[in-house]
């Protein structure tokens, strides 16, 4: 087997996969990629658009999906923030008040 054909392979199954499960898997990526993960949300965005496009599909659902994900995983970040910061903040303000320096 050619190295070119199973590339075409791979990219024949990525497009399968996300003419059947495209929101979804829009939705998925873009939430954990927005929540911290290293995965590469951007390009499946386009991609994901180029097959909408190429299927006579809307594309603003794909768009408006990304960016509902992206709210929901800022959000979640938002909420966790104040415990994660809380502790070391208290800490640092109970150090200083002994020593006479400013916070």
Do not use: C
């Amino acid at each position: 087997m050619v190295a070119g054909s199973r590339y075409h392979t791979r990219m024949e199954n990525l497009v399968r996969a996300l003419e059947l499960y495209g929101l979804q898997i829009v939705f998925v990526s873009v939430l954990l990629d927005q929540g911290g993960l290293p995965l590469p949300s951007f390009s499946l965005v386009i991609v994901a658009a180029g097959v909408a496009t190429a299927a006579g599909a809307p594309v603003w659902p794909i768009f408006a999906l990304a960016v509902i994900a992206t709210l929901i995983a800022d959000l979640i970040w938002f909420a966790g923030a104040p415990a994660a910061v809380a502790t070391p903040a208290a800490t640092m303000t109970r150090e200083n008040e002994g020593s006479g320096k400013p916070p």
